[in-house]
């Protein structure tokens, strides 16, 4: 459990380096991450390098005893370069090029960018791989952040050409897989198929699928590239990337099996007021908090796209500048998002930014000191946290890196698939159907019922769960099929799953295609419905409604749930369960809390806004709500806090040896 932050040195007079990293020690800052965005300091002009500063900097902080997460530059290669090769630069929907002048300008596709980046990224490994300092790489910077994965550029249609023709062989049978007979779209070689845009109507899905997976997979190579020469040069040293939140234009888990750590960029407020999936009430409600599940959400699934290893690369210190509005945090809020990642196996939590920018375009962002150099709030929450991390250390009689290794107890899986996400949001078939919205709906009801989740991808070992939970998998592989049937604990599909193949047709028997070996039944037709219609469901299991999505069941399975025309909602026996429609989050919460009694786990309904985390043998408790709370569990004892949680408030206990799990 440590802490560090972001940090521009080539922003600041070099006079101010040293202070800046002594205070950075004095608060209880461990690691500072560096570089991502030097590109054209460390090369203004081709072939001229500039390397004095970088080096300055670095022994800088190593005189300090700071660990440094050195970024490759790549996320924003300079003027000179774009205007050595300009198709680099990618093209969106529209076919307008993307110019210079913020970040992110390239491609993935681009080879000639690839180039100069193997070039770069060579460079600092050769000079920096070894350097006492540097304890880890970071590659590039929030891949795919300003909707950057797809292009539409020249370097695109060949990439993509080139993909297809290794995946398909031979033209026929990808016109069979995108079943091109429908409306006369057969293809008679692979030069002719073009990128999927700029079509009079919508394009094929089965080619839109290929195309997002062929994007995925440009960046997969592109971050490899980085990784192979980090590897080389820099050998026993951590390889990351930060991702960030709700994006899902590329396989995170595919990236994630070349790195050793998953970060991510965490941002409460700001994206709690720019995204959709939240209600006005939730935004007016948790407005200087974040939402109670946004933060744990990612957590838990980035830290499975890390093979079970998570760092937060940046943590919102303040008001950010990017969202629609930008509110400060309440008092505390660093805090307790701080605590939160530790409590999701967190093994650093690094703050963006140590000092706030005059210029630029973020210079609205604050960072742990003001842009005059002083202290901001967030330096004195950051200082707690340190102070706290020691005294858990403690009480515990363990050292930092032994609290990093504490186990996860999540006992509950809920499956997330980049493909499906791709596959069901590009034909959702309801404006109000989302599979992000749903898969995080259920992860939220699933934590307000007192339960901790391990958020895990379709090719994960499943044998160590009590409860697995198929939100939407659209695609039911050979593989999958085959660890479900071995699957030993409670399982539950949800809507949408098993309703594609894996070129996006069908099943011939209907969904859930393969699953029916698992759970007898198909789905004959499917009510997708407005936010507005929301038809009363009753049955054994409780009593509610249902939204968006409502699925035609035939079968012979018992009947645990029923709309009110009698027609099956929820269908199951003894650990197999399918759900055919979205429930509101009483009626799914009370479906999830028999499933638990099923699977052995114990439940308890949360006060609203409060959420726990078990972690070996702690318990984490945090209050998101307005109001100060009361929770305390059974046969443990206080460690930080008290058991009345003030808002914006956490608090730790240590279960007792013979109760812990």
Same mark, same amino acid.
């Given at each position: 459990?440590? =802490?560090?932050?972001?940090? !521009?040195?080539? &922003?600041?007079?070099?006079?101010? @380096? +040293?202070? %800046?990293?002594?205070?950075?020690?004095?608060?209880?800052?461990?690691?500072?991450?560096?570089?991502?965005?030097?590109?054209?300091?460390?090369?203004?002009?081709?072939?001229?390098?500039?390397?004095?500063?970088?080096?300055?900097?670095?022994?800088?902080?190593?005189?300090?005893?700071?660990?440094?997460?050195?970024?490759?530059?790549?996320?924003?290669?300079?003027?000179?370069?774009?205007?050595?090769?300009?198709?680099?630069?990618?093209?969106?929907?529209?076919?307008?090029?993307?110019?210079?002048?913020?970040?992110?300008?390239?491609?993935?596709?681009?080879?000639?960018?690839?180039?100069?980046?193997?070039?770069?990224?060579? =460079?600092?490994?050769?000079? !920096?791989?070894? &350097?006492?300092?540097?304890?880890? @790489? +970071?590659? %590039?910077?929030?891949?795919?952040?300003?909707?950057?994965?797809?292009?539409?550029?020249?370097?695109?249609?060949?990439?993509?050409?080139?993909?297809?023709?290794?995946?398909?062989?031979?033209?026929?049978?990808?016109?069979?897989?995108?079943?091109?007979?429908?409306?006369?779209?057969?293809?008679?070689?692979?030069?002719?198929?073009?990128?999927?845009?700029?079509?009079?109507?919508?394009?094929?899905?089965?080619?839109?699928?290929?195309?997002?997976?062929?994007?995925?997979?440009?960046?997969?190579?592109?971050?490899?590239?980085?990784?192979?020469?980090?590897?080389?040069?820099?050998?026993?040293?951590?390889?990351?990337?930060?991702?960030?939140?709700?994006?899902?234009?590329?396989?995170?888990?595919?990236?994630?099996?070349?790195? %050793?750590?998953?970060?991510?960029?965490?941002?409460?407020?700001?994206?709690?007021?720019?995204?959709?999936?939240?209600?006005?009430?939730?935004?007016?409600?948790?407005?200087?908090?974040?939402?109670?599940?946004?933060?744990?959400?990612?957590?838990?699934?980035?830290?499975?796209?890390?093979?079970?290893?998570?760092?937060?690369?940046?943590?919102?210190?303040?008001?950010?500048?990017?969202?629609?509005?930008?509110?400060?945090?309440?008092?505390?809020?660093?805090?307790?998002?701080?605590?939160?990642?530790?409590?999701?196996?967190?093994?650093?939590?690094?703050?963006?930014?140590?000092?706030?920018?005059?210029?630029?375009?973020?210079?609205?962002?604050?960072?742990?000191?003001?842009?005059?150099?002083?202290?901001?709030?967030?330096?004195?929450?950051?200082?707690?946290?340190?102070?706290?991390?020691?005294?858990?250390?403690?009480?515990?009689?363990?050292?930092?890196?032994?609290?990093?290794?504490?186990?996860?107890?999540?006992?509950?899986?809920?499956?997330?698939?980049?493909?499906?996400?791709?596959?069901?949001?590009?034909?959702?078939?309801?404006?109000?159907?989302?599979?992000?919205?749903?898969?995080?709906?259920?992860?939220?009801?699933?934590?307000?019922?007192?339960?901790?989740?391990?958020?895990?991808?379709?090719?994960?070992?499943?044998?160590?769960?009590?409860?697995?939970?198929?939100?939407?998998?659209?695609?039911?592989?050979?593989?999958?099929?085959?660890?479900?049937?071995?699957?030993?604990?409670?399982?539950?599909?949800?809507?949408?799953?098993?309703?594609?193949?894996?070129?996006?047709?069908?099943p011939e028997n209907l969904a859930p295609g393969p699953l029916a070996t698992l759970l007898p039944?198909?789905?004959?037709?499917?009510d997708a419905l407005p936010k507005h219609t929301q038809p009363e469901v009753s049955g054994h299991?409780?009593?509610?409604?249902?939204?968006?999505?409502?699925?035609?069941?035939?079968?012979?399975?018992?009947?645990?749930?029923?709309?009110?025309?009698?027609?099956?909602?929820?269908?199951?026996?003894?650990?197999?369960?399918?759900?055919?429609?979205?429930?509101?989050?009483?009626?799914?919460?009370?479906?999830?809390?028999?499933?638990?009694?099923?699977?052995?786990?114990?439940?308890?309904?949360?006060?609203?806004?409060?959420?726990?985390?078990?972690?070996?043998?702690?318990?984490?408790?945090?209050?998101?709500?307005?109001?100060?709370?009361?929770?305390?569990?059974?046969?443990?004892?206080?460690?930080?806090?008290?058991?009345?949680?003030?808002?914006?408030?956490?608090?730790?206990?240590?279960?007792?040896?013979?109760?812990?799990?």
């Open positions: 459990m440590k =802490l560090g932050v972001c940090y !521009y040195p080539e &922003h600041w007079p070099k006079s101010r @380096w +040293q202070q %800046d990293a002594k205070e950075m020690r004095e608060i209880g800052i461990e690691y500072v991450r560096i570089g991502e965005f030097s590109w054209s300091t460390i090369e203004p002009q081709p072939g001229e390098l500039h390397w004095e500063w970088l080096d300055e900097s670095l022994d800088t902080l190593y005189a300090q005893g700071l660990k440094v997460i050195l970024g490759t530059p790549t996320a924003t290669p300079p003027k000179w370069l774009v205007d050595r090769h300009p198709s680099m630069l990618a093209k969106d929907e529209l076919g307008r090029v993307r110019h210079f002048g913020s970040r992110r300008h390239y491609t993935f596709a681009s080879l000639e960018y690839r180039e100069e980046c193997h070039r770069i990224v060579t =460079l600092m490994a050769k000079r !920096y791989g070894q &350097h006492p300092a540097v304890a880890s @790489w +970071q590659t %590039d910077n929030e891949y795919g952040c300003h909707d950057t994965i797809l292009s539409y550029a020249e370097a695109d249609l060949i990439a993509f050409r080139i993909w297809l023709k290794d995946k398909y062989t031979t033209i026929d049978a990808l016109n069979s897989a995108w079943g091109n007979v429908f409306w006369s779209m057969d293809y008679c070689s692979f030069d002719e198929v073009d990128l999927p845009n700029l079509t009079v109507t919508e394009a094929n899905p089965s080619h839109r699928l290929d195309f997002q997976r062929c994007c995925s997979d440009q960046v997969v190579a592109f971050n490899k590239l980085q990784v192979d020469i980090l590897r080389q040069y820099s050998k026993e040293r951590d390889l990351v990337h930060n991702y960030m939140g709700f994006f899902t234009a590329f396989d995170h888990h595919k990236v994630g099996q070349d790195l %050793d750590v998953a970060s991510w960029d965490t941002y409460p407020l700001g994206f709690l007021d720019q995204e959709d999936i939240y209600t006005p009430e939730e935004k007016q409600t948790y407005l200087r908090v974040g939402h109670p599940d946004f933060g744990a959400f990612h957590h838990d699934l980035y830290r499975g796209c890390g093979k079970g290893r998570l760092w937060i690369m940046e943590q919102q210190p303040g008001p950010v500048n990017w969202a629609p509005h930008n509110p400060t945090p309440a008092d505390g809020a660093v805090r307790l998002w701080t605590w939160e990642a530790f409590s999701h196996g967190a093994e650093l939590v690094s703050y963006f930014r140590w000092r706030q920018a005059p210029f630029g375009q973020e210079q609205m962002h604050t960072g742990l000191l003001r842009p005059n150099g002083q202290k901001a709030e967030a330096a004195k929450e950051a200082a707690q946290v340190a102070q706290e991390v020691r005294e858990l250390s403690q009480v515990m009689g363990l050292d930092a890196d032994d609290l990093m290794a504490l186990p996860e107890s999540g006992k509950v899986a809920l499956m997330f698939d980049y493909d499906a996400c791709w596959s069901l949001d590009i034909q959702p078939q309801s404006r109000a159907y989302s599979y992000m919205s749903w898969c995080y709906r259920l992860y939220e009801a699933l934590r307000e019922i007192g339960l901790s989740i391990n958020i895990v991808s379709a090719d994960a070992p499943l044998d160590t769960y009590e409860m697995l939970i198929l939100p939407a998998q659209a695609h039911i592989s050979c593989d999958l099929q085959k660890r479900l049937d071995d699957y030993k604990g409670v399982l539950l599909a949800g809507p949408r799953t098993g309703s594609k193949t894996d070129s996006y047709q069908i039944l198909s789905v004959e037709r499917v299991w409780g009593e509610g409604k249902l939204h968006t999505w409502h699925e035609q069941i035939a079968t012979d399975l018992p009947c645990l749930l029923k709309d009110n025309a009698g027609n099956p909602v929820l269908v199951g026996d003894n650990k197999r369960f399918y759900l055919g429609s979205c429930l509101d989050k009483p009626l799914l919460k009370a479906c999830l809390v028999k499933l638990s009694e099923k699977a052995g786990l114990a439940t308890e309904y949360l006060p609203s806004g409060v959420r726990i985390r078990e972690r070996g043998k702690l318990i984490f408790a945090f209050n998101y709500g307005l109001q100060a709370a009361y929770y305390h569990p059974d046969n443990a004892q206080l460690i930080i806090g008290a058991d009345t949680l003030p808002a914006a408030g956490l608090a730790i206990w240590q279960r007792d040896t013979a109760d812990s799990k």
